[in-house]
């Protein structure tokens, strides 16, 4: 596979790709996780929701003290840029921004340069006959920081509940925090329950993710009752169907949660219903 094929990208100005494009050794991502990111993807070739991973992006800077140097109109030039290049229908758009490079030092200057990286490439694999077959999860402990609605590059304990579920066997970590379900390691979570779509309210203990948003908006639509709130561990485990949302999975059914079966242990209605009007609805945005 050509390097292009795997990826295109633009670096502070320059285009390059994934595999030879170099930041600083003393970036502030490299050397702290200063940094946020975004994660949006194409349908039919035309980026989807774009304008509300930007915002988050902006939001995400916010958070964390970084002032952007580009505005969200110049990222989604670029993007589009890189998408007509790449000239694929099915491509995943890729945002990080870090603080830029300094020497190293917990301390900030206000007026630092951002590392600013687009990059389009294949969308992430997901493994078909999970989403007909649905797939096992386990439940970890959430051990990240309080803002988690900030969509960083510090991934350290999504990245170990991650490996935890694949040495378990398990697709997926769903997170337990003070007893409460916040997420999955890169996904929202949704339950069916007493004819009940319920999910985690999206304060600061989880990323308000854009599909999240999506599905909530068309189950509105459609006539589900929706309750966002807190769940805990024994309605998890109760729940007639469970499934997760993000860019990547769109909506992905569990059917098994540590050693319990969800409901009848297949993907559910809910689950079928929903997930075929949000194609519909990313086909026709
Ligand atoms: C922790 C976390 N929660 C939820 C999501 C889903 O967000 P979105 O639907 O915007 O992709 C992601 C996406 O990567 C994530 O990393």
């Known amino acids: 596979m050509s390097h292009a094929a795997n990826g295109i990208l633009w670096l502070n100005g320059q285009f390059g790709d994934f595999q030879t494009s170099r930041v600083a050794l003393e970036d502030r991502g490299f050397q702290f996780g200063d940094g946020i ?17 930007i915002a988050r992006l902006f939001r995400s800077a916010a958070g964390i003290d970084l002032t952007l140097t580009m505005s969200g109109d110049e990222l989604t030039v670029i993007a589009r840029d890189l998408l007509i290049r790449f000239s694929s229908d099915d491509a995943e ?11 190293r030092n917990l301390l900030y200057a206000d007026e630092m340069q951002p590392t600013v990286i687009v990059g389009v490439r294949p969308p992430r694999y997901v493994p078909p006959e999970l989403r007909e077959t649905g797939c ?27 490996g935890r579920a694949h ?66 561990r024994e309605e998890l485990y109760a729940a007639q169907e469970v499934f997760l949302t993000s ?39």
């Open 93 to 103: 758009i890729y945002f990080q921004i870090t603080r830029g490079a300094a020497p």
């Open 167 to 232: 040495r378990a066997g398990a697709f997926d970590a769903l997170m337990i925090r003070d007893k409460l379900l916040t997420e999955g390691t890169a996904s929202n979570v949704f339950l069916w329950l007493n004819e009940k779509l319920i999910t985690p309210v999206a304060d600061n203990r989880i990323l308000h993710g854009i599909t999240r948003g999506v599905v909530l908006k068309i189950a509105r639509e459609i006539g589900y009752s929706i309750v966002e709130r807190d769940i805990n």
């Open 37 to 53: 990111y975004e994660v949006a993807r194409t349908y039919n070739g035309v980026p989807f929701m774009l304008r509300e991973h």
């Open 136 to 162: 096992h999860v386990i439940t970890v402990p959430d051990e990240r920081w309080a803002r988690c609605d900030l969509k960083t590059i510090c991934l350290l304990p999504n990245a170990l509940a991650k």
């Open 247 to 285: 860019t990547s999975l769109e909506l992905m059914p569990v059917v098994i949660i540590d050693d319990k079966t969800v409901g009848t242990g297949a993907a559910g209605d809910a689950h079928r219903d929903l997930h075929t009007a949000f194609r519909s609805f990313a086909q026709k945005h």
